[in-house]
């Protein structure tokens, strides 16, 4: 296995940590190509940040400064892979977020928006959304679940106006067997 191809998984417990761990991935000899944090909503929502100079309270705070942190970042390291040649530049970031309508611990109106979600559309050029759909259709289709995936966001509509139209609504079927099938809608 080349250093390239190399998989590194970390798993930080705290905000405080994740950063670190983030602002620190310039000092790798390999930088990173793909940057995953999965259940960012955990380190966001209620987390203490007390030690951050300057650092306003509240989850929205404590998401943009991550946010931009992650974004930052890959810039940066999009710029290393591409003075190294690299043919896995640019750098992505990705990151799941759980909603609080989505985890139902929501009590305000449904239609209302997350203020977490709403600060991160404006650092991330996408958004992918998956809801689980529970119709009939799904149980016609003979599948174990089925999803509406949604994409959104500034680069979804920058590359409609540039090129092809992209479709920006599917259905993902996975069925007992594992198969998964999307479908435009």
């Known amino acids: 296995v080349s250093d390239n191809s190399k998989i590194t998984f970390s798993y930080p417990r705290t905000l405080e940590e994740l950063l670190q761990q983030v602002a620190s991935l310039h000092e790798f000899p390999c930088p990173p190509s793909l940057i995953i944090i999965d259940r960012l909503d955990g ?5 203490v ?3 951050h100079v300057g650092f306003h309270s509240g989850d929205e705070s404590r998401a943009a400064h991550l946010a931009a942190l992650l974004c930052d970042t890959a810039a940066f390291l999009t710029e290393i892979l591409e003075k190294r040649g690299s043919s896995s530049a640019p750098c992505r970031a990705i990151a799941s977020f759980l909603s609080d309508a989505d985890s139902g611990q929501e009590s305000r109106d449904p239609s209302a928006t997350d203020s977490i979600l709403d600060v991160l559309d404006r650092y991330f050029q996408a958004r992918c959304t998956l809801d689980q759909d529970r119709s009939y259709e799904a149980a016609a289709a003979a599948a174990q679940e089925a999803w509406h995936v949604y994409l959104s966001g500034a680069k979804i509509l920058d590359d409609l106006e540039d090129g ?6 599917w259905k993902l079927f996975i069925f007992p067997e594992g198969l998964m099938e999307f479908k435009l809608v």
Do not use: C, I, N
């Open 49 to 51: 940040a007390s030690s």
């Open 43 to 47: 380190f966001l929502r209620g987390a």
């Open 164 to 169: 092809p139209t992209l479709a920006q609504e």
